[in-house]
């Protein structure tokens, strides 16, 4: 299992990806706008800030973590969250989200970060994804709703 920093070449596949996520997702009554994604994550490749990273096996997207640094409202200390962490299902319980939360946990540390606040906003399956923050020392300060209006 290797984790790759994503190139301009692979972001068409990760996009690919983060579709397959969204229709998944509790989100997915939302559109979906592919173009924005693509977009977002080719500004994200090489900045200092941004973290767009994948598990590849046999040279295909197996799982990816898109995340960044930000500096909330609230304080002037940085911290990282995610936009997106997904393992295809074919993929799932084989470590590759462990291995990319890891690895997000050790760039943020090498950047000077000393909190991380990653997410769970899709609705596929928060008690697994809750166990798997959990075992890796986090702990749950919230939940999300969501409400058509």
Known sequence: ???????????????????KMHSESELREIAFDAEKVRSRMLASIGRSDAYLRAVLIDDEIAGLLWGGIST????????C???????????????????????????AKMRGV?????????????????????HLGYTTVGFNVLKGI
Request: hydrophobic share 45%.
């Open 1 to 19: 299992m290797s984790i790759v920093s994503l190139s301009a070449g692979q972001v068409d596949a990760a996009v690919d990806l983060a579709v």
């Open 72 to 79: 909330p409202y609230w304080t002037l200390e940085k911290i």
């Open 81 to 107: 969250t995610d936009a997106g962490l997904y393992v295809a299902p074919e993929h799932r319980s084989s470590g590759i989200a462990k291995s990319l939360l890891k690895d997000f946990e050790f760039w």
């Open 114 to 134: 000393n909190w991380m606040m990653p997410g769970q906003t899709t609705g596929v399956e928060p008690e697994k994804v809750r166990g798997l923050y959990e």
